[in-house]
């Protein structure tokens, strides 16, 4: 029983509070956060803009909300929204491929950097070790150097960081 409260529990997407600017503050909207300015460090609203948002993760903003606040980093100010880490779309090795099925990311290893598949195989927003859930399988993939891949559709399981 445990278990199964703790899979569906690691089904939802945890929503966060943030900051983004006014004018990129819109529904569906996706962004990945790299890193904090220096002038971020001594803002009164570092811990709801920053804090909770994780390096190299792509977010995208689910609802917004009414307040607007000023910031020297965006004339226009920043804005209330809430996002949830963005699913991501990528190659996997076709015997993992099944719907519901939590694995550990791995980055395909391919020398082929001009090959149609690359942006699936280095999927932005994930690393080696995420602890993913398939959400969803969409097909086979052509692969030149013949790996057998599918291209799948991955949440990550948030860290502990964030639980």
Same mark, same amino acid.
């Given at each position: 029983?445990?278990?199964?409260?703790?899979?569906?529990?690691?089904?939802?997407?945890?929503?966060?509070?943030? @900051?983004?600017?006014?004018?990129?503050?819109?529904? =569906?909207? !996706?962004?990945?956060?790299?890193? +904090?300015?220096?002038?971020?460090? $001594?803002?009164?609203?570092?811990?709801?803009?920053?804090? +909770?948002?994780?390096? =190299?993760? &792509?977010?995208?903003?689910?609802? @917004?909300?009414? $307040?607007?606040? #000023?910031? #020297?980093?965006?004339?226009? =100010?920043?804005?209330? %929204?809430?996002?949830?880490?963005?699913?991501?779309?990528?190659?996997? #090795? +076709?015997?993992?491929?099944?719907? *519901?099925?939590?694995?550990?990311? !791995?980055?395909?290893?391919?020398?082929?950097?001009?090959? !149609? $598949?690359? %942006?699936?195989?280095? #999927?932005?927003?994930? &690393?080696?070790?995420?602890?993913?859930?398939? &959400?969803?399988?969409?097909?086979? @993939?052509?692969?030149?150097? *013949? +790996?057998? @891949?599918?291209?799948?559709?991955?949440?990550?399981?948030?860290?502990?960081?964030?639980?």
């Amino acid at each position: 029983m445990i278990k199964e409260q703790q899979a569906l529990k690691s089904l939802k997407k945890r929503r966060i509070i943030t @900051l983004i600017s006014a004018k990129q503050a819109r529904k =569906g909207f !996706k962004f990945v956060f790299h890193t +904090s300015s220096a002038q971020c460090e $001594n803002c009164g609203y570092y811990h709801v803009c920053i804090e +909770s948002l994780e390096s =190299g993760r &792509v977010y995208q903003v689910t609802s @917004l909300r009414k $307040n607007i606040f #000023p910031c #020297p980093l965006h004339e226009e =100010g920043v804005r209330v %929204v809430e996002v949830v880490e963005a699913e991501a779309l990528t190659a996997i #090795p +076709s015997k993992l491929a099944v719907e *519901g099925a939590t694995i550990v990311f !791995k980055t395909q290893l391919c020398k082929e950097i001009t090959c !149609k $598949n690359a %942006v699936l195989c280095r #999927p932005v927003g994930l &690393v080696d070790g995420d602890k993913c859930i398939i &959400v969803e399988v969409k097909g086979k @993939l052509d692969c030149i150097e *013949g +790996s057998s @891949l599918v291209k799948a559709k991955l949440r990550r399981i948030s860290s502990d960081k964030f639980q």
